[in-house]
């Protein structure tokens, strides 16, 4: 059984960079079949993919447009991890920020989700 | 991008009615179709995947069919686990989208 555990602050200032990092129980992230996502929601946005990392003899990036200039996802193998990294975020960055894994494009395991609240 | 419009955005149904959720896609995505149910302070769950493919361990009242640009997720006889709201995602091309939801009430 897969098991995402999210963990980083709820609360980022503008223009600060926001740090979550995702943990994963019962797979690798250097798997050959999976993908490593980040997905938000918020009211006004509604479900948002950001992007996602993944193995295939080496590691590749896929970001949406509306985020590529700001965004970094990494993956840790000594720990078996990943992180997202936003910078310069603004209050429209207040999401419910969620890990996902995929496996050709659904998303068949998440993690329990964090809010992140960007304020001064 | 590729736009999922869905409907109705709220559904209001007594237990055991069938139940018909439609999802639009704004270019033709084949099959490339997930459904999820997600409910109030929770993670979305994936029930269906490949607009038909029934997630390994979802009730087997919950089907779906469509291709193209038009998907529906049905469910035959609702029950009181399945308040909740209902999205529709595309991943034939990137960035994979969602559409905006459809809220599953009590009548």
């Known amino acids: 059984q897969v098991q995402l555990q999210q963990s980083g602050p709820g609360l980022v200032k503008p223009s600060q960079i926001l740090s979550l990092t995702c943990v994963i129980f019962g797979d690798s992230v250097s798997s050959n079949n999976a993908a490593w996502n980040w997905i938000r929601q918020s009211p006004s946005r509604g479900l948002e993919w950001l992007g996602r990392t993944y193995y295939r003899s080496k590691w590749y990036n896929d970001y949406a447009i509306s985020v590529k200039s700001r965004i970094n996802i990494n993956p840790d193998t000594s720990k078996n991890q990943f992180s997202l990294q936003l910078n310069s975020v603004t209050p429209e960055d207040t999401a419910v920020y969620f890990c996902?894994?995929?496996?050709?494009?659904?998303?068949?395991?998440w993690g329990q989700g964090t809010l992140v609240t960007v304020s001064s | 991008d590729i736009q999922m419009t869905q409907s109705p955005s709220t559904l209001s149904a007594s237990v055991g009615d069938r139940v018909t959720i439609t999802c639009r896609a704004s270019?033709?995505?084949?099959?490339?179709l997930a459904w999820y149910q997600q409910k109030p302070g929770k993670a979305p769950k994936l029930l269906i995947y490949k607009a038909s493919t029934l997630e390994s361990g979802v009730p087997s009242r919950f089907s779906g069919s469509g291709s193209g640009t038009e998907f529906t997720l049905t469910i035959s006889s609702l029950q009181p686990d399945d308040f909740a709201t209902y999205y529709c995602q595309q991943y034939d091309s990137f960035p994979w989208t969602f559409g905006q939801g459809t809220k599953v009430e009590i009548k």
């Open positions: 996902v894994r995929d496996l050709g494009g659904s998303f068949d395991y």
């Open positions: 270019q033709s995505i084949s099959r490339w």
